[in-house]
């Protein structure tokens, strides 16, 4: 199993052979997010086709440094989109948020990335789904 496949797999609820769910949106897999349908084409290279886009889209937060204080501020945004943090690690984050409200958090996260951007610009926030 490839290395992209084990990270994916406890995201994933299995719904017919090789056909899972997307439980929760990824960190580090591109091209999955919560809701959606996807097929693995090749177990061993961890390669998967996309079968149907669910109603979500995932805001990927990526830093240089620590961001507990701007994952609070995001969380406290995102709030009123019921937007999920959907995984975590010291210097990046995964949030899902229902593709209806991807302006608002786009524009939420605009004003935490301003607050928290250093003149290093090691603060990369983007979506995808």
């Known amino acids: 199993m490839s290395d992209e ?4 797999k406890n995201e994933l609820e299995e719904r017919a052979e090789r056909t ?3 439980a929760f949106s ?3 897999v591109d091209g999955a997010v919560a809701g959606d349908i996807i097929r693995i084409t090749d177990v061993a290279s961890g390669e998967f086709k996309v079968l149907r886009r669910g109603p979500n889209v995932a805001i990927k937060v990526f830093s240089l440094s620590d961001i507990t204080g701007p994952l609070e501020d995001a969380k406290e945004r995102l709030a009123p989109l019921k937007a999920r943090l959907d995984g975590r690690v010291a210097n990046a984050c995964v949030f899902t948020v229902q593709a209806r409200h991807i302006e608002r958090a786009r524009a939420a996260m605009r004003r935490v990335e301003k607050a928290y951007r250093t003149s290093s610009g090691s603060w990369m ?3 995808e789904g």
């Open 5 to 8: 496949l084990n990270a994916l």
């Open 20 to 22: 899972f769910k997307v």
């Open 26 to 28: 990824p960190d580090f």
């Open 125 to 127: 926030v983007r979506s």
